[in-house]
């Protein structure tokens, strides 16, 4: 029922910005008791949370992350987006959008490849 989409640019140069849109459908974004979540998962290695926005607009971010990140969201268009700052090669994952309900991602996009390079 709950979709998600992530889309942005496959390609982005170290010290750059990268930035993810995660479009939702099937579901609000502003729903009570759910939260919006960005994951990646670096070649060889598990999956790592990043941080997410809550149904009210709250944020929170991985304290390794944190200074670097921004998450926010557009209600009109039921997206929420990621921007992670002065990247580098160490950045380079498949990075996922999810929902976030009763602290399980039940459901997820379908991942998007970034690569860091120049």
């Known amino acids: 029922q709950v979709q998600l989409q992530e889309s942005g640019p496959g390609l982005v140069k170290p010290s750059q910005t990268l930035s993810l849109t995660c479009t939702v459908s099937g579901g609000s974004i502003t729903t009570n008791d759910n939260a919006w979540t960005w994951i990646r998962q670096p070649p060889g290695k598990g999956l790592e949370w990043i941080g997410w926005?809550?149904?009210?607009?709250?944020?929170y971010y991985s304290p390794s992350l944190k200074s670097r990140t921004a998450i926010s969201r557009d209600t009109s268009k039921n997206q929420f987006t990621l921007q992670l700052s002065f990247v580098t090669p160490e950045d380079t994952a498949v990075y996922y959008c999810?929902?976030?309900?009763?602290?399980?991602?039940?459901?997820w996009g379908q991942g998007t490849q970034v690569t860091v390079s120049s």
């Open positions: 999810a929902r976030e309900f009763g602290f399980l991602n039940d459901y």
């Open positions: 926005i809550t149904w009210s607009g709250s944020t």
